[in-house]
């Protein structure tokens, strides 16, 4: 199933992000965090934003969180999108899910605008996000040195919803937590996650 991260997920969240520290680039960061960082990056990113897990028989398979794009008042209605899968769960249709599931939550913020930013060539995750409707937005140039060599960074992007003029104010996460559209989506244990639009 699906739904919102715990304090209590932090070490396996941690398991997964370590590889993609140590061994990948799908992040630039260097060094494992600790499991109190990753709870207190969870504490702080949920006052404003979606973080979600799946969840299966117990165990955490993948997360998926939005973040802040830039600090500008201007910019509340776009947001940075994160993903990670947990390697024996790849190649399962989770992430799609899981993906969609957090850009609908996006909608009911109102925010309009989703930015994922890959380090390229990353042609998983690249296939990922242009199967959910990203577009690619441009290209960074050398921006990140990490395992001994220089990676360009691209930026895709996806319209979540028409922008309105002037937009309706932006709604921080948790003046979502009672909200009947967000249980609608999250799901319940006895009847699973629920459908999203993009039909995963």
């Known amino acids: 199933m699906i739904r919102i991260a ?4 932090a070490a396996a969240m941690r398991d997964i992000y370590a590889p993609s520290v140590t061994d990948g680039v799908a992040t630039f960061e ?23 897990v799946w969840e299966d028989a117990g165990e955490i398979l993948a997360y998926a969180y939005a973040g802040r794009f830039r600090e500008r008042a201007a910019y509340d209605w776009i947001a940075e999108t994160s993903i990670y899968v947990r390697a024996d769960a790849q190649r399962r249709g ?4 899981l993906y969609g599931c957090l850009l609908d939550v996006m909608r ?3 925010i309009n605008q989703a930015v994922g930013v890959i380090t390229l060539p990353g042609e998983a995750s690249v296939a990922l996000h242009e199967r959910i409707g990203f577009r690619p937005a441009g290209v960074w140039r050398q921006s990140g040195y990490k395992l001994g060599r220089w990676w360009d960074v691209g930026v895709w992007q996806m319209q979540l919803q028409p922008a309105a ?8 996460f948790p003046q979502l937590l009672d909200s009947r559209s967000l ?4 799901g319940t244990p006895d009847r699973g996650p629920a459908e999203h639009k993009d039909g995963t």
Do not use: K, N
């Open 94 to 97: 989770i992430a799609r899910q």
């Open 30 to 52: 260097t060094a494992v965090p600790a499991i109190d960082t990753m709870q207190e990056r969870l504490r702080t990113r949920l006052l404003h934003y979606p973080w979600l």
């Open 165 to 172: 003029t002037p937009p309706p104010p932006f709604i921080p």
């Open 6 to 9: 715990q304090a209590s997920d």
């Open 108 to 110: 009911l913020q109102g």
């Open 183 to 186: 249980q609608d989506l999250l």
